[in-house]
């Protein structure tokens, strides 16, 4: 039987904030950018070989006729794809970090303008003139932050949406897999995607051997919350990672990939393992000691043992850290797996 109050906080939404920009500059834009946004860096002729290609995403169907070269991606795990599959030089901006990208992304990631902390206003977005905007989380499109889908589209310029937004069915390892496939064919690199995903079997594959026979931990994860908690529930990849890891994500009935509990709820449930994610600015430590003050929590077997592990958010997410993510937190779910 589910529990919780069905997530009405989109993570994104929930610390986004319009960044100043010039009414001016938008309508010169717009008025530039014409009704294909295809044409503005004089690209004509013939389409490259494999285009154009059609893609189906959440709803919106766009045909790319070339590859975009001005692209610019909302949210961290967005940019992190595009940079895998190399790509940062058809980028002309970023914006929304969540904490320090990969080592192996640094170099390329220095050199890639960011357009706001949070997310860009519509104004500012469109003063990098961009051909194409990736968003990771819903809220990168947010209607009442003019930044909606339809907005950009009637601006000439084509968006995809990370398909954990809105999945067709359970979000798992090949939902992670689909999402750089399908940026990959966008932009005429697919041999670079499967590259990338033969790594990411490769790690999930060392993990499982690694794993064989253990018995699962149960999980419990602690987003954020005072009043309740922010958790993680059964329709996002974070359940998998759980399930990959070697342990039970005690609110995978949650119909939602995060919802609101109660802290009895979560008291009830006893998980033997806390897993908190790591982002914004309430450090780790504060989160700990919040758990470990907290009255109703104080008979979890997790909290009476000090057990917790952590994740950053980028790693919990569709993305292409995510089979990163199964083995560190395997790591410590098992570290006797590992020595």
């Not at 790319?64 to 790509?87: F, I, K």
């Not at 084509?158 to 069915?169: A, K, R, S, Y």
């Not at 594959?205 to 026979?213: P, Q, S």
């Not at 979890?300 to 850290?321: H, K």
Request: contains cysteine; proline residues 6%.
């Amino acid at each position: 039987m589910a529990v919780g109050i069905p997530v009405v906080r989109d993570r994104g939404g929930r610390r986004a904030r319009s960044a100043l920009g010039s009414a001016l500059a938008l309508v010169l834009l717009l008025s530039g950018c014409g009704a294909s946004g295809r044409a503005a860096d004089g690209r004509d002729g013939a389409a490259p070989p494999g285009f154009p290609v059609t893609v189906e995403n959440c709803g919106v169907t766009t045909t790319y006729e070339r590859p975009p070269r001005r692209a610019v991606s909302l949210n961290q795990h967005a940019t992190e794809v595009m940079l895998a599959l190399g790509l940062e030089r058809s980028m002309v901006g970023t914006a929304f970090p969540d904490d320090a990208v990969l080592p192996e992304f640094e170099r390329a990631y220095g050199g890639i303008e960011v357009l706001a902390d949070e997310y860009p206003s519509f104004e500012v977005l469109l003063a990098a003139e961009p051909d194409f905007v990736y968003g990771g989380w819903a809220s990168a499109f947010a209607e009442q932050d003019g930044r909606s889908r339809a907005a950009l589209r009637e601006a000439g310029i084509d968006t995809h949406l990370n398909i954990e937004e809105c999945p067709g069915g359970p979000v798992t390892m090949a939902t992670v897999e689909e999402e750089v496939r399908t940026v990959a064919k966008i932009f005429g690199v697919s041999a670079r995607a499967e590259e990338r995903i033969a790594s990411m079997r490769a790690v999930l594959e060392r993990t499982a051997a690694a794993l064989a026979g253990a018995d699962p931990l149960t999980v419990a994860v602690y987003d954020s919350g005072d009043r309740t908690v922010f958790t993680s529930g059964g329709a996002g990849i974070g359940s998998e990672i759980i399930r990959l890891a070697g342990g039970t994500n005690l609110f995978a009935d949650l119909d939602d990939a995060y919802g609101d509990v109660s802290f009895e709820q979560f008291a009830e449930r006893a998980p033997e393992v806390v897993l908190i994610y790591d982002y914004g600015d309430r450090p780790v430590e504060d989160k700990k000691k919040f758990l470990l003050e907290h009255p109703a929590l104080r008979d979890v077997p997790a909290i009476r043992d000090e057990r917790f592990a952590v994740l950053p958010l980028s790693s919990t997410v569709t993305g292409v850290r995510a089979a990163g993510a199964v083995e560190a937190l395997a790591r410590q779910l098992h570290p006797d797996r590992f020595a």
